[in-house]
């Protein structure tokens, strides 16, 4: 059996191009924009910036006789479109899953990979591509000679005298005359030192990431070649059995659901003492725990199956594909529960977060049924991913922050009842519905945002759009509050605001 590090010397390229001086330069050039952009905050910059960092990488590969592929079109367009949620919308932790996922959808368009070790291996490459990157840019240039070194040179030495003369001709009449220091005061260019050394991160960051994917773009490694030992063959009943029982016990469930769906539900609440409310409220973590836990079961059974014969096939294939149906009911049923607990205390962000990832395991079920059925599954892999990273992006641009603070509003003016905890540390995104709350629970739930937006107001360039939106409205209704954390407007809505509200 090979051992790991035979595996891993597998991956290596069976070609790389070497670095040019244009891939330095390029490099250079994507630092200096990212410490330029970066530095005032996240918005449109992050997009300007993977764009070239994303031209960059395209001409490396082109410059290695690389062709470009359609799933290689569909993961570059998906990551640029998730660069974009933090110009759009203003909530962090959505805009920070969708740069990793941006990170990693840059990573698998260029490493390629077709199957579950190439796709998944793929994915986090691009955390250590930067230094292989910076080693491979400096093992090529170290013997190169610069082109135009006889152009180059001279003007470099002409500017660096300039730049002495000017420097001390400039002090000297400054000195002699207060007109002439205005002047150059207003011509020269004014450096804040507190500044950089965070821009001297954000250059070496731009410029250190820009390498490592022209590193990758050279020559990937083809993750698709680390093969992994199949798993031992079971006995079909050693194999079976658990299968079996583990299907009867999700079938135990489903019926029970649909008792309860279709209105018998009374023998079997009776024992319970729960209304039908409060039963359809309880237990959605334990199903989402046991949806999450059901994919594990049929990634291992899988392995595991027996496949000698075509009646082994059949045997893996229906029961697997059983428990996957079986699982659907379990996230449809889970999906209920939390419909019904948001519809009593509102929504948050956590519950729409798991909201979300929920339905995506429903999703992946549903491929993973499609999978069963077809003769070839090779697709399986890349539209997993495919289909989660477009669940990162829509839940990114629709703006989670935004819904949450539509649902607990349409509730408020539904029955007059919001949980103010709920809403007072969303993002910008939530601004205009917040609005449209009466005074006070208005200026206790936008107090706090109100004062993150007053506390920094960078460039167009470093904001996002939903900021830009949410302190017009705030500027238009002012908030009739003055307390720093709202205390008062909030005293007045009947919440306590505290350490441990």
């Given at each position: 059996?090979?051992?790991?590090?035979?595996?891993?010397?597998?991956?290596?390229?069976?070609?790389?191009?070497?670095?040019?001086?244009?891939?330095?330069?390029?490099?250079?050039?994507?630092?200096?924009?990212?410490?330029?952009?970066?530095?005032?905050?996240?918005?449109?910059?992050?997009?300007?910036?993977?764009?070239?960092?994303?031209?960059?990488?395209?001409?490396?590969?082109?410059?290695?006789?690389?062709?470009?592929?359609?799933?290689?079109?569909?993961?570059?367009?998906?990551?640029?479109?998730?660069?974009?949620?933090?110009?759009?919308?203003?909530?962090?932790?959505?805009?920070?899953?969708?740069?990793?996922?941006?990170?990693?959808?840059?990573?698998?368009?260029?490493?390629?990979?077709?199957?579950?070790?190439?796709?998944?291996?793929?994915?986090?490459?691009?955390?250590?591509?930067?230094?292989?990157?910076?080693?491979?840019?400096?093992?090529?240039?170290?013997?190169?000679?610069?082109?135009?070194?006889?152009?180059?040179?001279?003007?470099?030495?002409?500017?660096?005298?300039?730049?002495?003369?000017?420097?001390?001709?400039?002090?000297?009449?400054?000195?002699?005359?207060?007109?002439?220091?205005?002047?150059?005061?207003?011509?020269?260019?004014?450096?804040?030192?507190?500044?950089?050394?965070?821009?001297?991160?954000?250059?070496?960051?731009?410029?250190?990431?820009?390498?490592?994917?022209?590193?990758?773009?050279?020559?990937?490694?083809?993750?698709?070649?680390?093969?992994?030992?199949?798993?031992?063959?079971?006995?079909?009943?050693?194999?079976?059995?658990?299968?079996?029982?583990?299907?009867?016990?999700?079938?135990?469930?489903?019926?029970?659901?649909?008792?309860?769906?279709?209105?018998?539900?009374?023998?079997?609440?009776?024992?319970?003492?729960?209304?039908?409310?409060?039963?359809?409220?309880?237990?959605?973590?334990?199903?989402?725990?046991?949806?999450?836990?059901?994919?594990?079961?049929?990634?291992?059974?899988?392995?595991?199956?027996?496949?000698?014969?075509?009646?082994?096939?059949?045997?893996?294939?229906?029961?697997?594909?059983?428990?996957?149906?079986?699982?659907?009911?379990?996230?449809?049923?889970?999906?209920?529960?939390?419909?019904?607990?948001?519809?009593?205390?509102?929504?948050?962000?956590?519950?729409?977060?798991?909201?979300?990832?929920?339905?995506?395991?429903?999703?992946?079920?549903?491929?993973?049924?499609?999978?069963?059925?077809?003769?070839?599954?090779?697709?399986?892999?890349?539209?997993?991913?495919?289909?989660?990273?477009?669940?990162?992006?829509?839940?990114?641009?629709?703006?989670?922050?935004?819904?949450?603070?539509?649902?607990?509003?349409?509730?408020?003016?539904?029955?007059?009842?919001?949980?103010?905890?709920?809403?007072?540390?969303?993002?910008?995104?939530?601004?205009?519905?917040?609005?449209?709350?009466?005074?006070?629970?208005?200026?206790?739930?936008?107090?706090?945002?109100?004062?993150?937006?007053?506390?920094?107001?960078?460039?167009?360039?470093?904001?996002?759009?939903?900021?830009?939106?949410?302190?017009?409205?705030?500027?238009?209704?002012p908030l009739s509050d003055g307390d720093s954390d709202g205390a008062t407007a909030c005293a007045w809505a009947g919440l306590r605001v505290g350490p441990n509200p």
């Amino acid at each position: 059996m090979p051992s790991h590090g035979d595996r891993l010397r597998r991956t290596e390229p069976d070609h790389r191009a070497a670095p040019t001086p244009r891939v330095l330069l390029a490099a250079l050039a994507t630092g200096l924009l990212t410490a330029w952009l970066l530095y005032d905050g996240v918005g449109a910059n992050l997009l300007i910036c993977g764009a070239a960092t994303a031209v960059g990488a395209g001409v490396v590969a082109r410059g290695a006789g690389r062709r470009i592929r359609p799933w290689t079109v569909v993961w570059s367009l998906l990551a640029l479109a998730l660069l974009a949620v933090p110009a759009l919308r203003d909530a962090g932790p959505a805009a920070l899953l969708a740069v990793a996922g941006a990170l990693g959808l840059a990573s698998l368009a260029l490493h390629g990979g077709r199957r579950w070790a190439g796709v998944l291996l793929a994915l986090p490459a691009a955390v250590w591509q930067p230094v292989p990157g910076v080693a491979w840019a400096w093992s090529g240039l170290r013997g190169r000679g610069l082109p135009g070194r006889a152009r180059i040179v001279p003007v470099l030495k002409a500017l660096a005298v300039a730049a002495v003369l000017l420097t001390v001709f400039g002090l000297l009449f400054a000195s002699a005359d207060v007109g002439m220091a205005d002047l150059l005061s207003d011509l020269s260019p004014s450096v804040d030192f507190g500044q950089l050394p965070l821009r001297t991160l954000l250059f070496l960051v731009g410029a250190v990431t820009a390498l490592g994917f022209a590193h990758t773009a050279a020559g990937p490694r083809r993750w698709d070649r680390m093969t992994a030992a199949p798993g031992r063959e079971r006995r079909r009943l050693e194999w079976a059995l658990p299968l079996v029982g583990l299907d009867l016990l999700f079938g135990a469930f489903a019926v029970i659901q649909a008792v309860v769906v279709l209105g018998g539900a009374d023998a079997v609440l009776r024992d319970t003492g729960m209304s039908r409310s409060e039963y359809a409220r309880q237990g959605f973590w334990q199903l989402s725990a046991i949806t999450a836990l059901t994919l594990v079961v049929v990634a291992v059974a899988k392995r595991w199956a027996p496949r000698t014969t075509p009646g082994d096939r059949r045997v893996a294939r229906v029961l697997l594909g059983l428990l996957c149906l079986l699982a659907l009911v379990v996230v449809a049923s889970a999906l209920g529960r939390m419909w019904f607990y948001v519809d009593a205390s509102g929504l948050t962000r956590l519950r729409l977060w798991v909201l979300v990832v929920e339905s995506w395991l429903g999703v992946v079920f549903l491929l993973l049924i499609t999978a069963g059925l077809t003769r070839r599954a090779d697709w399986l892999p890349r539209v997993v991913v495919l289909s989660g990273m477009l669940t990162v992006a829509v839940y990114g641009l629709m703006g989670p922050d935004s819904i949450v603070a539509e649902q607990n509003v349409d509730r408020f003016e539904r029955s007059q009842q919001i949980d103010l905890r709920n809403v007072r540390e969303l993002s910008a995104d939530a601004v205009p519905a917040l609005d449209r709350l009466p005074e006070p629970q208005r200026t206790c739930a936008l107090q706090l945002i109100r004062t993150d937006l007053a506390g920094h107001s960078p460039g167009w360039y470093a904001t996002s759009r939903s900021a830009e939106q949410a302190r017009g409205i705030l500027a238009a209704r002012p908030l009739s509050d003055g307390d720093s954390d709202g205390a008062t407007a909030c005293a007045w809505a009947g919440l306590r605001v505290g350490p441990n509200p």
